[in-house]
Nanobody, 121 residues
Framework: QVQLVESGGGLVQPGGSLRLSCAAT????????MGWYRQAPGKEREMVAT???????NYVDSVKDRFTISRDDAKNTVYLQMNSLKPEDTAVYYC???????????????WGQGTQVTVSS
């Protein structure tokens, strides 16, 4: 059973920075894509950033030039460096991975517990 554990959220003032981490635990053969998503109160969950195994990155327009996604395959971990944070970035942040536990079939993981990011003065 693969589990995802997000961490690094908190309360930060506008213009501040946070670094989120998401580690996958369990018996994992290979991880293809990794991604960060967020859900603000009363809104649907949205994709924030994704990264493929060969390092291709994709961002939602609202975070381009402010957020950076990266990964450490040795640790089965994905990171999200968030700079110049704005109040509209306030949300619960979740990660998701596209992985294989047996080398044959890849699947999308479920969601972790999420980590709260609050941007407020």
């Amino acid at each position: 059973q693969v589990q995802l554990v997000e961490s690094g959220g908190g309360l930060v003032q506008p213009g501040g920075s946070l670094r989120l981490s998401c580690a996958a635990t369990g018996s994992i053969f290979s991880i293809d894509g990794m991604g960060w998503y967020r859900q603000a109160p009363g809104k649907e969950r949205e994709m924030v950033a994704t990264i493929t195994r060969d390092g291709r990155k994709n961002y939602v327009d609202s975070v381009k030039d402010r957020f950076t996604i990266s990964r450490d395959d040795a640790k089965n971990t994905v990171y999200l460096q968030m700079n110049s944070l704005k109040p509209e970035d306030t949300a619960v942040y979740y990660c998701q991975m596209f992985l294989s536990v047996d080398g044959r079939r890849f699947y999308y993981t479920g969601w972790g517990q999420g980590t709260q990011v609050t941007v407020s003065s």
